[in-house]
């Protein structure tokens, strides 16, 4: 067996049962990366050049492993999962469907920097769990616009690309690609609330303006990690 998929199976025990139907495909499996991905994820360019990468199926779900070598010699990495361009009506931006097309969304991560975008995520990226808007927190939302006598705004031209465990979501304006976090609950300190809106709701993330600087400061916490 593969050793990164031995230390994934590991610290992400809830992912993989004994019953689940394994099959990896190639242990030396490589990703050209396009002019067009270069250029728009030079950072993340780096991180993918030095990752070791694993071809699997899990129950017929096609994923990728990339896993690296951090500063303690710890495998560490995510697991991406690979669908269908278009796997759902939503409209996305060329650079999240250029991300999907060239690496796959990602489902899991292990032994990941901390701190670091990853931190608690269900998932981030992958098309099938995107949405539109704030999903089930409008209700929330408004409750808390009426609280602070403020007018509710609408969200429908945003779409939630992250969720982490909480709750949280992660999203970006489709016509602007401005990056937003929804935050009912949170300790961050690089976050400051959105102008006009209630607190413990939309947050400006510190130093990340659009989807590819978010993507980007994702791949620099793991460049920053590993050996």
């Not at 701190?115 to 408004?142: A, H, R, V």
Request: hydrophobic share 35%; with cysteine.
């Amino acid at each position: 067996m593969n050793r990164d998929l031995e230390v994934f199976k590991k610290e992400v025990s809830w992912f993989i049962s004994q019953e689940d139907n394994i099959i990896i495909h190639n242990d030396n499996h490589v990703i050209e990366l396009s002019y067009l991905f270069k250029k728009t994820f030079p950072l993340l360019t780096r991180l993918i050049s030095k990752a070791r990468l694993l071809n699997l199926t899990i129950n017929t779900q096609p994923y990728i492993l990339f896993s690296w070598t951090d500063k303690e010699g710890n495998s560490c990495g995510w697991l991406n999962k690979i669908e269908p361009t278009n796997s759902s009506k939503l409209h996305l931006i060329e650079e999240h469907r250029l991300l999907l097309n060239t690496i796959g969304g990602i489902q899991e991560s292990y032994n990941q920097p901390c701190p670091s975008l990853n931190n608690n995520q269900n998932f981030m990226f992958i098309e099938s769990e995107c949405s539109i808007g704030i999903d089930t927190w409008d209700e929330y939302y408004i409750e808390l616009c009426v609280d602070d006598n403020i007018e509710p705004s609408n969200w429908n031209d945003c779409l939630c690309f992250a969720v982490e465990a909480n709750g949280n979501l992660t999203l970006y304006n489709t016509k602007s690609k401005e990056v937003l976090l929804f935050a009912h609950d949170h300790c961050f300190e690089d976050v400051v609330c959105l102008e006009g809106q209630p607190e413990y709701t939309f947050y400006k993330i510190e130093n990340i303006d659009n989807f590819t600087d978010y993507v980007e400061s994702l791949a620099d916490s793991w460049l920053a990690r590993l050996n």
